[in-house]
């Protein structure tokens, strides 16, 4: 890994929103759900999750790898589970319906830890998301429509919430809230991709880089990695 792109990395991570997050409920289209995870990406977010019940719904090996790679998502196999999270995080809780409470999205406080329900293309918002959202988001519309499509929807909402964190400060820190831990894999895994494979194919443990994102590892290591 040269020293540019392991200092674009470490500034990507610093600006990662660890407490706004996007949950996909039984979003199942593979180009929705890699839209989305682009989005995300785009607006610092760190991680994802989705509701995905049924096995035959789970579309990540379907959607953008470049996206899916620096975004993280968490798969849940019941709303509760996510809400559970949600909850642990002290987030407020959105649910986009058009209902006779439904406040403008640009109201809406992101600088607070924020979790997004989306719904199904199909369905929609659940009754049960409905019912734990702390308060519904609506997207106004002048036409003739009355929804847009989710992955749309959902690259409003963010970068709204972006708009207002980039006021507040929140993306500009000297150090990523992202545990060391994590710093430390993303950049051995995004920076040496073909070591990082073979290490967790033998599972070794990652080793340690230094301040120009070189391995700092022992002989006993590279000679494990090199070990057909």
């Not at 995300?40 to 996206?67: E, Q």
């Not at 999205?105 to 019912?131: C, M, V």
Request: charged share 25%; aromatic share 6%; hydrophobic share 40%.
């Amino acid at each position: 890994m040269n020293p540019e792109r392991y200092q674009r990395i470490l500034e990507v991570l610093k600006a990662r929103q660890t407490d706004l997050t996007l949950c996909l409920e039984e979003v199942h289209k593979p180009n929705n759900v890699s839209a989305i995870i682009r989005t995300a990406d785009a607006t610092g977010i760190h991680k994802i999750h989705a509701v995905w019940p049924h096995k035959n719904m789970r579309t990540l090996s379907h959607t953008s790898a470049g996206a899916r790679n620096w975004v993280e998502v968490d798969t849940h196999d019941s709303l509760d589970d996510a809400v559970s999270a949600f909850r642990e995080q002290q987030m407020q809780i959105l649910v986009t319906n058009l209902s006779e409470d439904a406040v403008d999205f640009r109201e809406i406080d992101y600088t607070r830890p924020t979790a997004i329900i989306l719904g199904s293309e199909k369905e929609g918002i659940s009754q049960q998301a409905l019912a734990v959202a702390d308060k519904d988001i609506m997207i106004p519309m002048v036409g003739m429509v009355q929804s847009l499509n989710v992955s749309v929807a959902s690259a409003l909402i963010l970068y709204e919430a972006q708009r207002q964190r980039q006021i507040a400060g929140m993306y500009q820190r000297d150090k990523s809230d992202l545990p060391d831990t994590v710093v430390q894999r993303i950049l051995f895994e995004r920076g040496h991709p073909v070591l990082a494979k073979v290490a967790k194919k033998k599972k070794l443990p990652y080793p340690l880089l230094d301040d120009c994102g070189q391995i700092i590892a022992d002989e006993a290591w590279w000679r494990e990695m090199q070990y057909a």
